[in-house]
């Protein structure tokens, strides 16, 4: 089933995500003259530009490779990429320095053969242009492929659980309209709902992908909660195994041992994973065996 749905809809995922990073690429070209003025204003300006001159690079570098050979602070990059921000803290001086020596290991690694005109000082075509921004759009790309697919795929499982609920009398809660736990309606649930627990007394918001108030819930009942998981190799799936349990951990904590946790399976998860999570007290239901949420209550 995953396979069937990987050749059909990822290709175009993907796709979709490479034009976008493209039109990114394009204007971070255009920011920096095509490469040929990497100054540390456009940094200042849009921090997030220093992970498109990363992949600009021959050979690409990971932040934590630029980190070092820049000598710079690791928040700075992280600041930067993630939250295209500069750090807050961070005395001026002090960041123009990091800025310029970012900028000076970005010059002396560029891709001499995809961005060719920084030897010939011949300025550069559309063509050449076009042809950069895509070879840099997709390292940036492939360097995500796997949260692109999995995400993609989370969607995908959100809206089975969504229209099997459906047919089964449930109504979804808007979103931003999500209540707690234990002030939900009979008959129905909630996407990627915050439920708060209690760790180190201090409340801390844990999202689940599916929240389900079973129709035929007493007073008293918790809703079960389900997590959409899928993978396209066994390898990952051990990788991650620990996540849920953990989650499962703080929930219990604060919710007691009654709660239900589902996971929502499509893929390949081998029985080392399976019985990992079983011996945490995790149950699961597999995505072509959709109608197995009856056995639960729901």
Known sequence: MFNAWFVEFAPAAYQDTREQTSERVQTALSNTANLTEISPDILVEEPSTVAILRMATAPPIARDRLIGLANVPPNLLKNMEIDNRLPPRMNSAGLRIHLRQICRVIEQLADRDIFHWLNSRQEPTQLDLYRAATIVADRLCGAISDPIIRNTQEQRQLTAIGSWLGE????????????????????????????????NSRAVNIPIDTVVMPLTAEEDSLPILIEAKSAGDFANTNKRRKEEATKVSQLKETYGENLTFLLFLCGYFDSGYLGYEAAEGIDWVWEHRMEDLKKFGI
């Open 168 to 199: 089964q009398g449930y109504s979804l809660i808007p979103s931003g309209q999500s209540p707690t736990l234990d002030k939900m309606n009979p008959g129905t649930y909630a996407f990627r709902m915050n439920v708060i627990v209690q760790r």
